[in-house]
């Protein structure tokens, strides 16, 4: 993929164009130099030194550009008024790029400018000053140089003032005087030099929206800002940030735009470097602040803790991760199981989410190893403890408790997680804690078997797949069939009741039924509907039309407050159940149930014959034909008989 190299930087008002300020920085523990008369374009030569940029965008507010800069993109080296004979007929994006030429050219007339307007003999006075102060500071540091005294004045300012105070009547211009003569005498490795590779860059202005003020606000032609920064599928685009010259919340709302974009799983974007720098009065030089971009990864790590904790989503995490290239296997497990809850959760896979949260219970359960960067040391010693916060129980509890999972999820309004959690995994756990469960004896399990061998064979093929767990099919599918509500009947209730004969009768040839707390009728009967009416509830919103209506009040959802408040209420139900438990002392009591293969060898060796139940709103619309095995000599008679009014006639039998 090709990559792309943007400079985004901004202007102010300058002043006197013909007042040049100093800026150094730290490079790989090197002191370098440069001169602008904006901080601008001390910013923009930084980064011109240093790194190949295709593209400088400069973010201007009214009054420093003329009608017709704005808007373009040219090269730079084109720029026509490079031959302005003067230069306050130009604008101060103009200025700025023709200062930028110069610097390509390794020429600067505003310093020649500079030097020349100090009458000779005042020169020559400023000379013998300096020269003066140069002897007795050598003398005084015997390994220092006179070509790298501007180096020491500008990390010395109590140097400086001794300076000046050797020098007669002292005037502003005499400082500019000198601070220039000095700069000149750096040795040419301290001073910066564009790198050629940058012969070629464009430049493009994009203007505020406002017609006043001096700075670029928070929001001021973001759209903009984001079209002219964004080029194509393709094209990948290196981002470098000159914040100098922005409000803080000006720069720091265009970053966190820019943030998203580069936080995209599949972004093409990538902020590179973030610069700022701020005049410093009376220093001898002001630092280019080029730590912003530690900064900046403080920021989106916060991001990407945020995003994880209060959403499951762990990509900011992942990439800054890969983005350092450090091996560390406590690290590479904590970001993997991060991985499987953020994809349990995105594609509502539970048990995905599950697995996840078991490896983050195996990772902390080990102390935190190995040799880390002291940044990224703090920052993931941080994040483990806000997951530890966040998960509580989730990850102390020996068994992942799935009480303590729906209400973890319903915490952080994962709805849809929150109901499949419920309508998937509480069945099995009804009936593993015994709340609902059909074995208690050999006989039990084998009328299990004959009831759910029956259904198997009753249900078509394509639907058979609901019998490999067979605890969530005798919780929630089991004998629906034979339940079919009258119009406006509230068919959770009555598939309930019928459900519940089985307490009170044994002996209905159905599946067993069994509670550990079926002497609490009413707060069992309570959970169940619970359950039963929630799955009715997620069948209604998730094959739910659009709603008339529904933009005018963007506050209130009426689908969602139903989600909410089922989902609360079978959280209430619940408690109250896992309370009667605890009271009782039951807490560890756990059910046998049949395996899903050991049914599946059931159903091979008791095949039965019958057409499917495809049912139909007055009940079963297909007769059962029997096939029994026959001996040697037998004959199968059927006899087909229909029922009246009248009582039964006998229609016919066949052989």
Request: hydrophobic residues 35%.
């Amino acid at each position: 993929m090709k990559e792309y190299n943007i400079l985004l930087t901004s202007l102010g008002d300058l002043g006197n164009r013909l007042s040049h300020r100093y800026f150094y920085f730290e490079d790989k523990g090197v002191t370098r130099y440069c001169d602008g008369i904006s901080i601008a374009e001390a910013g923009a030569k930084y980064i011109m030194s240093h790194d190949p940029i295709d593209e400088i965008i400069v973010l201007g507010a009214p009054g420093t550009f003329y009608p017709g800069e704005e808007g373009t993109r040219i090269p730079l080296k084109n720029y026509s008024g490079y031959s302005a004979n003067n230069i306050d007929s130009l604008s101060e994006y103009g200025f700025f790029l023709y200062r930028l030429l110069q610097f390509q050219e390794g020429v600067d007339m505003e310093g020649i400018d500079v030097l020349e307007q100090t009458d000779p003999a005042r020169q020559e006075e400023l000379i013998k000053a300096y020269d003066s102060y140069l002897g007795s500071f050598i003398e005084e540091n015997p390994t220092a140089s006179a070509d790298n005294m501007f180096h020491y004045l500008a990390q010395d300012p109590d140097g400086e003032q001794d300076l000046y105070s050797g020098i007669i009547d002292l005037t502003r211009q005499d400082i500019r005087w000198l601070k220039r003569y000095i700069y000149t005498k750096l040795k040419a490795g301290a001073r910066l030099s564009s790198l050629d590779v940058n012969d070629g860059l464009l430049v493009s202005f994009i203007p505020s929206d406002r017609d006043e003020d001096i700075k670029i606000a928070s929001g001021d032609n973001i759209i903009k800002i984001v079209q002219s920064i964004y080029k194509s599928d393709d094209i990948k685009v290196n981002l470098y940030v000159d914040m100098q010259g922005l409000e803080t919340s000006a720069g720091y709302s265009i970053l966190a735009v820019l943030q998203l974009l580069s936080n995209e799983a599949d972004s093409n974007f990538e902020i590179k470097e973030i610069i700022t720098s701020h005049r410093s009065k009376g220093r001898f030089a002001t630092p280019i602040d080029n730590n912003e971009m530690a900064r900046y990864k403080i920021n989106t790590l916060l991001s990407g803790m945020e995003a994880f904790i209060k959403y499951g989503k762990v990509s900011i995490i992942e990439n800054y991760w890969k983005s350092t290239g450090i091996t560390n296997d406590h690290i590479d497990r904590l970001v993997n199981a991060m991985r499987w809850v953020d994809d349990g959760i995105s594609l509502c896979n539970i048990p995905d989410l599950e697995y996840g949260i078991r490896l983050l219970k195996d990772v902390f359960k080990e102390p935190f190893t190995g040799e880390l960067p002291e940044f990224e040391s703090n920052v993931f010693r941080i994040l483990e403890r806000g997951i530890r916060k966040d998960y509580g129980a989730l990850l102390t509890e020996e068994e992942l408790n799935c009480l303590t999972l729906i209400r973890w999820a319903y915490r952080k309004k994962f709805y849809q997680q929150c109901l499949t959690i419920i309508e998937s995994r509480v069945p099995i756990e009804l009936v593993d804690r015994g709340i609902f469960y059909y074995w208690e004896t050999d006989e039990d399990k084998a009328e299990f078997l004959r009831a759910m061998n029956y259904e198997f064979y009753d249900t078509i093929p394509r639907l058979r797949y609901c019998f490999k767990d067979l605890s969530h099919h005798f919780v929630k599918y089991y004998a629906r069939s034979q339940v079919w509500p009258k119009k406006g009947e509230d068919i959770s209730r009555k598939y309930l009741d019928y459900r519940k004969r089985k307490f009170t009768d044994k002996t209905l040839k159905t599946a067993p039924l069994y509670s550990i707390i079926e002497d609490h009728p009413e707060e069992l009967d309570d959970l169940m509907y619970s359950y039963y009416t929630l799955g009715f509830v997620r069948n209604t919103i998730n094959h739910a039309g659009v709603k008339e209506g529904a933009d005018q009040d963007p506050l209130r959802n009426e689908r969602i407050e139903l989600v909410d408040t089922t989902i609360a209420d079978f959280i209430s139900k619940y408690a109250k159940v896992t309370d009667i438990i605890k009271m009782k002392g039951l807490e560890g009591f756990r059910t046998r149930t049949v395996s899903a293969e050991e049914f599946r060898e059931y159903t091979e060796d008791h095949k039965l014959f019958i057409t499917p139940n495809t049912g139909g709103r007055n009940g079963r619309n297909n007769i059962t034909i029997p096939r029994p095995r026959l001996k040697a000599g037998e004959k199968l008679i059927i006899s087909v008989e229909i029922e009246s009014e009248d009582g039964r006639k006998k229609l016919g039998g066949y052989e």
